[in-house]
């Protein structure tokens, strides 16, 4: 780590001096560039190694300075095939998207609430939601599990999903939000004759949009990638997310390349939402922290 | 919508949330939610530790049997071996590739935008997803040890050799899949550093590394320091990568203590005994947590 340089700023040394230091700069930009190129390519290896694999016949001897001789869609056409793999599919989705869409508005209501009402015991009450984040979800995981299959949830969408909504981040956020929006606003809604829920649906719900979209994109993959709730609520088949049904494949030793194939397929979803919303995926972990 | 801007002085707080049912009214579906899949599970852990809790919902109070028998099980003691030791590997190495990786996007003059974007795209993936590909990366016959044979080295057993072996090629894999969070909350500590200081130190003769040492690493130390608290919670609560590419093994060299909770609790139905592991987590992320607020007041006074 010595090739690091000053950020680029106006420097008022004298022009000889100055000189010099710009053309080791340039050579250390250089090394930098370097370092990264090579830091990029060894992130993105894996990911190419699993598309690779998924598009070569099984079996085929891939090292990596020797790409495949034939390309085949044989595995990627029997997975989409195979009518688990479809199910599994169709599971996460519904997992991800519910969860999404009840999650936004469960957690805009209550920010609501607690940013612009005042209601007894309110602060307590959004203290004591954040204090959940103390207790990691392993910790309660048995204890969820015997409640959920005690109102007979094993094996259903709402026993998969429901008990995964309870998201004080969301809330949180959402009530940072909504307390940084004008109070005028909500004055003249009022002074309009606005009644409560035309203030949340015409008023709170487009104001907050994009703080809606960015915690969207989080909750979608917190869901379509989350794998010890689902493991051990979906235990038929039927019922499996797509990473419970991947783990399954793992340790029933499918065909490496129908394995690759199925992962590379499962992943397909995460890289579109980053490719079309990395800005906003980015911004929002510096300045909020979410984190999954 | 018509939005007027109110002439006359704007009504008061109080006056515009007189109505305090309203507020419980928006809070309720959360709360209710909150209530029974947070506070009552996180009692109930609590609860069901002092229980014999079996699958058919059998059980009799039993004191603090389950713990008396956890402290000297010696299964538990290994699993918090295994844990410390991979959260001692998996830490100080996430910390320092993503402290690297932000700290080289923070200098690089063009392009930092693609490889913010790429050095970040493992982070949306799953472990599941991230402990297929890495199983196969680490196989005799899988990427790693193909490109060891064309130099004459024979396979190294990354996930089936020693402990220290098995955990360290765990981490790896956890490193890997998430160190693009941290590498973004250093990097936005970086860009809050002045510039001006670090102009001071380049016009007083400072090199690259006497800077990185003496200016950037004392200003980001806190930040620093809540990547270090919320990694090292992370690496206690390990369990996707271990359950698909080891199974907790070989011979239990990689049984943490989340793969223990599930193990007990899902393939013994041992319920209390399960639940009250879930308690120890607890405490032990609580642990962590406290020593956290510890360090940050007294940075503070």
């Not at chain 2, 006056?15 to 909150?34: E, H, K, T």
């Not at chain 2, 004191?63 to 010696?74: C, I, K, Q, V």
Request: aromatic share 12%.
């Amino acid at each position: 780590m010595t090739t690091l340089t000053a950020p680029p700023a106006p420097t008022q040394a004298g022009a000889s001096s100055g000189h010099r230091r710009r053309r080791r700069r340039t050579g250390a930009n250089i090394w930098l560039t370097v370092l990264l190129v090579l830091a990029s390519v060894l992130t993105v290896v894996p990911f190419v190694a699993v598309f690779v694999l998924a598009l070569s016949p099984d079996g085929a001897q891939t090292i990596p300075d020797q790409l495949p001789d034939e390309v085949t869609l044989d595995n990627l056409s029997a997975v989409l095939s195979a009518s688990s793999f479809l199910r599994w599919t169709l599971n996460s989705f519904v997992y991800s998207i519910v969860s999404v869409v009840v999650i936004l508005l469960t957690a805009a209501m209550a920010g609501y609430a607690f940013a612009r009402k005042r209601f007894p015991g309110s602060n307590a009450l959004m203290w004591s939601f954040l204090a959940t984040l103390m207790v990691p979800i392993q910790a309660t995981l048995i204890p969820m599990f015997v409640l959920v299959s005690r109102l007979d949830g094993v094996n259903t969408f709402w026993g998969l999903i429901v008990p995964t909504l309870a998201n004080s981040q969301a809330v949180f956020l959402m009530r940072q939000f909504i307390k940084g929006l004008p109070d005028d606003l909500f004055d003249a809604a009022k002074i309009d004759g606005a009644g409560e829920w035309t203030v949340f649906w015409r008023l709170v719900l487009p104001l907050t949009k994009p703080v809606l979209a960015t915690l969207g994109i989080f909750v979608f993959l917190w869901h379509w990638n989350d794998f010890l709730w689902p493991l051990v609520i979906a235990q038929t088949d039927e019922m499996r997310t797509l990473t419970v049904g991947l783990s399954t494949l793992n340790a029933e030793s499918v065909a490496r390349a129908r394995i690759m194939a199925s992962a590379a397929i499962s992943v397909i979803p995460c890289l579109v939402i980053f490719g079309v919303l990395q800005r906003y995926l980015v911004n929002s972990i510096a300045t909020s922290g979410l984190k999954g | 919508m018509t939005v007027h801007r109110p002439a006359a002085p704007r009504p008061s707080w109080r006056q515009r949330a007189r109505d305090p049912g309203w507020g419980l009214l928006f809070v309720l579906p959360m709360l209710v939610l909150f209530v029974i899949f947070r506070y009552v599970p996180s009692l109930g852990a609590v609860g069901m530790s002092f229980t014999d809790y079996r699958l058919s919902g059998e059980f009799t109070f039993i004191g603090a049997e389950n713990y008396e028998r956890l402290f000297s099980d010696d299964l538990f003691v290994d699993s918090l071996r295994v844990t410390l030791l991979y959260a001692l590997i998996y830490v100080p190495l996430t910390l320092v590739v993503s402290l690297a990786t932000a700290t080289m996007l923070h200098h690089v003059v063009r392009g930092r935008g693609l490889f913010r974007g790429l050095l970040f795209l493992p982070y949306v993936t799953s472990f599941v997803m991230a402990g297929i590909i890495w199983t196969w990366i680490y196989q005799s016959d899988g990427l790693i040890n193909g490109l060891l044979e064309r130099v004459g080295l024979g396979p190294a057993p990354f996930l089936t050799g020693n402990q220290a072996m098995v955990l360290g090629s765990l981490a790896v894999v956890s490193v890997w899949k998430s160190f693009g969070y941290s590498m973004l909350i250093l990097l936005a500590g970086l860009k809050n550093i002045p510039g001006d200081v670090m102009e001071a130190a380049t016009l007083d003769g400072a090199g690259a590394w006497g800077k990185f040492r003496r200016i950037t690493l004392p200003l980001l130390k806190p930040v620093v320091f809540f990547v270090v608290v919320i990694e090292t919670i992370a690496a206690f609560q390990v369990f996707d990568t271990i359950y698909v590419m080891t199974g907790g093994g070989p011979a239990r060299a990689s049984y943490g203590l989340v793969y223990m909770l599930y193990d007990q609790g899902f393939r013994f139905f041992d319920f209390g005994y399960a639940a009250t592991i879930g308690v120890v987590l607890f405490f032990v992320v609580f642990l962590i947590s406290l020593v956290q607020r510890y360090v940050l007041d007294r940075e503070n006074t």
